[in-house]
């Protein structure tokens, strides 16, 4: 799928991942929808920049807790820009905590943000792609949703729910071409990282990752663009790591 003119709406679009993959997405000719519980500052300089690449951006205040305003997001793109082509979910946040730790109310926060969400996201966008015969779904899924991580039980359950929705819904939209992938994340240099001590750093570098090296959301950026415009890519989730899942030691 060529992106130049089709339209994408991006979730948690105002920082790191989100962000950066509006940017991508716009360089590749898209028009922008970018969905964010706020609207300031920030999400208004990503909108310039983008504007300022010639494609269109709207800006749509949207918790993606509360599937009202989920599906006000989708409407409120579709109404603007025309329709949907594609949708990336990347908003959502940490979420501490062991099995002891964590709260009930945390574990079904984690869920409502990103599991529920993706499902009433693709509920009011699929529709919308089918008429348009064609759609791309990428979700952000994460490392910590296919390893084992210590103090983080909500957060690895809710990003390892994401591969197989993702494996799912493909094969459910195939005959529709839509496609749905999702990207798994290792260490990537954004604010969801700034809780990480100097000597974490150092260890990740030195130990944990075979590239020596933390991610860039325009790593992440770029990959999501190719599943976005790749027509032959669907049911995946491709980790982007630096080899840190891989390794033995």
């Known amino acids: 799928m060529k992106l130049n003119g089709k339209v994408s709406l991006v979730t948690g679009g105002t920082s790191g991942i989100g962000a950066a993959t509006a940017l991508e997405l716009a360089r590749n ?5 970018i969905c964010a519980r706020k609207i300031g500052e920030r999400a208004t300089e990503i909108k310039t920049k983008i504007e300022g690449l010639g494609r269109r951006c709207i800006l749509i205040a949207a918790d993606m807790s509360v599937p009202k305003e989920i ?3 989708v ?7 025309g329709g949907i082509d594609v949708m990336v979910h990347s908003a959502g946040g940490a979420v501490p905590g062991g099995l002891l730790q964590v709260t009930p109310e945390a574990w079904y926060a984690a869920f409502d943000v990103h599991v529920h969400a993706i499902f009433h996201l693709c509920r009011a966008a699929v529709p919308l792609m089918k008429k348009r015969g064609e759609g791309a779904i990428i979700l952000i899924s994460s490392a910590a949703g296919s390893r084992g991580c210590l103090g983080a039980l909500a957060y690895g359950t809710v ?3 994401l591969p197989h929705f993702a494996r799912a819904l493909a094969r459910e939209l195939a005959d529709d071409h ?4 999702a990207v798994s994340p290792g260490i990537i240099r954004t604010p969801f990282q700034d809780f990480l001590t100097p000597e974490q750093v150092k260890n990740n570098i030195d130990n944990r990752i075979p590239l020596h090296r933390e991610g860039k959301p325009e790593d992440v ?3 999501i663009a190719t599943l976005a415009s790749n027509d032959f890519i669907t049911g995946e989730t491709v980790a982007i790591d630096g080899g840190m899942t891989m390794r033995i030691v």
Do not use: F, Y
Not at 29 to 33: K, N, R
Not at 75 to 81: G, I
């Open 71 to 73: 599906m006000q997001s």
């Open 178 to 181: 839509i496609r749905v992938n």
């Open 75 to 81: 409407e409120e793109t579709a109404t603007q820009m």
């Open 159 to 161: 990003k390892g729910a």
């Open 29 to 33: 000719g898209s028009d922008i929808a």
């Open 221 to 223: 950026a770029e990959l």
